[in-house]
């Protein structure tokens, strides 16, 4: 009874809606989508721009976690008085503007830019950057790298540095405590934070479109073509279906990952 109200407020509020978008957009039959939904998944074009989006999601997923992970170890671990300042800076990007950020990589990757200003003061072609996967790549590492140190680094911290001592007690090495105590124990943050950053990567529109141009088109980008530019509702509601159904995957893919640890451990 006490789950009720947000239960209906839920099911009316965001279920509801969701699915008449996906499957009855205006003027639009659900046959329509799912019949457009078909050619999609056939098409060469559209099914690149699917690869694209799964690829580099995937690869901005394992640089996040990467990178994340060691960085959440050590201020989890650290006992300077300046660990919850760090700690601060490090998830400060999080407060800004994704918008703000990404004409930052602008500046940056420009063949006027930082860097191509560098390449030709010291004799080199300016190096093309913008507008390729690489750029895109970049771009979201630094959005969701903050996301996934601050939810690798609540798990961390929970974990008992007392349990790698012991380990290393026991003739383990830092190394080997690392992998066989601390990382498995820390798991659920983990997939929790690859779950977030994948999600995120696969459906952010503002950075592909600034740093991918209309050369490197992900779904993100192909969703609002479709809605705002060709007005084709059946081909935006089929993309958003792709988009959701990618998602859903990973989570439960990531639940299954961390429930098989958890009764393992």
């Known amino acids: 009874m006490l789950l009720a109200p947000g239960v209906v407020f839920i099911v009316l509020g965001f279920c509801v809606p969701a699915l008449m978008l996906l499957f009855a957009p205006p003027g639009v039959t659900a046959g329509d989508v799912i019949a457009r939904l078909g050619r999609m998944l056939q098409d060469p074009y559209d099914l690149a721009i699917i690869w694209r989006t799964v690829g580099l999601g995937l690869l901005v997923t394992v640089l996040s976690v990467a990178f994340g992970f060691p960085i959440a170890l050590l201020l989890a671990r650290s006992t300077s008085r300046w660990a919850g300042l760090l700690l601060a800076l490090a998830i400060f990007p999080l407060l800004l503007s994704n918008v703000v950020r990404t004409y930052g990589w602008l500046v940056l990757l420009g063949k006027n830019g930082v860097i191509g200003q560098i390449a030709t003061a010291l004799g080199l ?5 913008l507008y390729t996967e690489t750029a895109i790549v970049l771009g979201l590492l630094q ?3 903050p996301l996934a140190i601050i939810s690798c680094y609540s798990a961390v911290a929970q974990v008992d ?6 380990a290393r007690g026991l003739g383990a090495s830092r190394t080997r405590a690392l992998w066989t105590v601390t990382l498995p124990l820390s798991l659920p943050g983990v997939v929790v934070a690859a779950t977030l950053v994948f999600a995120g990567s696969t459906t952010a529109y503002t950075t592909p479109y600034l740093l991918g141009g209309s050369n490197q088109r992900m779904l993100a980008t192909q969703l609002f073509n479709y809605s705002s530019v060709s007005i084709d509702w059946a081909g935006a509601s089929a993309v958003a279906i792709i988009m959701t159904a990618l998602v859903f995957l990973v989570s439960a893919a990531s639940a ?7 009764s393992v451990a």
Do not use: M
Not at 161 to 166: I, K, T
């Open 125 to 129: 072609p300016a190096p093309q950057l």
């Open 143 to 145: 959005l969701f790298l």
């Open 256 to 262: 299954a990952l961390a429930g098989r640890k958890g």
């Open 161 to 166: 540095g007392g349990l790698e001592d012991a």
